[in-house]
């Protein structure tokens, strides 16, 4: 599997504040994605990214934002915090579009 | 809008038994079918079908797909407690974006 972590791994915090979540991955994979994971909808795109400085949306990307300044770093920002998005957030890369994703670990964010 | 459908939602089987779990599929322009293992944690990728692959095989695990008809299934024999998870289909379209179905959990007892 790609080296990819997540941190925080676990995170609960307060409506309406700002929330950064990490990604990083040593594979040097141009790709790289942001997913939600909620029971019944199962994996979401939010926002994805094609090379450093180059990101567009997926289909939940409300209320987030996402940098990336180097190939290895992936930051996803919830801008205003909301209850809705309590979730379960994965990060994936790939080497190029046609192939297949390897997903970090995962952060379980928690919004009270 | 792509879209992918899994069934069953779940299963329950016994060891030893064969499982077949389906995915079927509606997207633009079909670039590839995957199928992931999820335990309790991140999905672990296990196979991908294209066009030029549209039949794998791994241990006891095999997938093929029906590019005509839209779907794929993957098939687990002689199964074991360790394969007890969620399975997840995901589908690249012409947007180069997966797309996944809600999973299909299966849940292997002794």
């Known amino acids: 599997d790609a080296g990819i972590t997540q941190s925080p791994r676990h995170k609960v915090t307060e409506t309406g504040t700002p929330v950064t979540l990490r990604c990083h991955q040593t594979?040097?994979?141009?790709?790289m994605y942001w997913y939600r994971q909620d029971p019944g909808h199962g994996l979401r795109l939010i926002h994805y990214s094609y090379g450093v400085k180059d990101t567009d949306k997926g289909e939940v990307s409300d209320g987030y934002s996402v940098s990336r300044s180097k190939t290895e770093d992936f930051l996803l920002t919830l801008e205003s915090a909301t209850s809705s998005q309590t979730s379960v957030y994965f990060c994936?890369?790939?080497?190029?579009?046609?192939?297949?994703?390897?997903f970090g670990p995962g952060t379980r964010l928690t919004v009270t | 809008e792509d879209k992918v459908v899994q069934s069953p939602l779940s299963l329950v089987v016994h060891e030893g038994d064969t499982v077949t779990l389906n995915c079927s599929y509606e997207?633009?322009?079909?670039?590839?079918l995957l199928w992931y293992k999820q335990e309790k944690k991140a999905p672990t990728f296990l196979f991908m079908l294209?066009?030029?692959?549209i039949e794998k095989k791994s241990g006891r695990l095999s997938s093929i797909l029906d590019k005509k008809e839209l779907f794929s299934i993957l098939n687990i024999t002689a199964t074991q407690t360790g394969d007890s998870a969620v399975y997840l289909c995901a589908v690249g379209g012409s947007n180069y974006k997966l797309t996944f179905g809600k999973g299909t959990l299966l849940t292997v007892n002794p």
């Open positions: 997207v633009t322009n079909f670039r590839s």
């Open positions: 294209t066009s030029s692959g």
């Open positions: 994936a890369s790939a080497i190029s579009l046609s192939d297949e994703q390897y």
């Open positions: 594979e040097n994979h141009r790709y």
